[in-house]
């Protein structure tokens, strides 16, 4: 029932901003080598439609050769101008419940947050593709197994990354 109500009150939220719903496949970004589908809303923020604000939400998967199947789940929020972005998007790594045991430690990442400047290419036809670079910030938790609060911390080094999505607007 919850889940119904968050999904009504996203597409009228996106309706009554003449906003447009487009779903997209992303590899790298801060999915890192992972690929996720996203939904996102291009929310028009002016008169001359120039600007947009798009909020993406979407699930995804990590490539496989890590040492168990690894779930993603992927949020941003651009600002675009024309064809032209700036964002961040943000993507949680956890184990897969349906592939394999839920409750092992990941060698992975927890988080990844990734600021990025981004580039549009769209067609006539929906279908747009989407490049990006910015920069990987990578946090873990940190696991007390005496205590019931894991807090997060920044993993290592700032690396650069880039991404690419290709979607179709409806």
């Known amino acids: 029932m919850k889940k119904g109500v968050i999904c ?3 597409l ?3 309706f009554i901003a003449n906003g447009q719903i487009a779903f997209e496949a992303q ?3 801060s999915n890192f080598l992972g690929i996720s589908l996203n939904t996102t809303f291009d929310i028009q923020l002016s008169e001359s439609g120039n600007h ?3 909020p993406s939400l979407g699930l995804g998967i990590l490539v496989p050769g890590w040492n168990e199947p690894t779930s993603i789940i992927h949020t941003g929020l651009n600002y675009r101008y024309k064809k032209w972005g700036l964002g961040a998007e943000v993507s949680g790594f956890m ?3 349906f592939l394999g045991n839920e409750y092992n430690i990941s ?4 988080m990844i947050i990734y600021p990025n400047a ?5 067609t006539k036809t929906n279908w747009y593709f989407k490049i990006s670079v910015g920069a990987y910030f990578a946090f873990s938790k940190q696991f007390y ?3 019931s609060k894991n807090p997060m911390y920044f993993a290592g080094d700032v690396i650069p990354g880039a991404g690419f999505s290709t979607g179709y607007k409806f």
């Open 52 to 54: 947009y604000i798009v």
């Open 27 to 29: 590899i790298g970004g």
């Open 8 to 10: 009504t009150i996203l």
């Open 95 to 97: 184990s897969n419940p």
């Open 12 to 14: 009228w939220g996106a």
């Open 145 to 147: 197994y005496e205590s």
């Open 118 to 122: 981004n580039y549009t290419f769209q």
């Open 107 to 110: 060698s992975f990442v927890d």
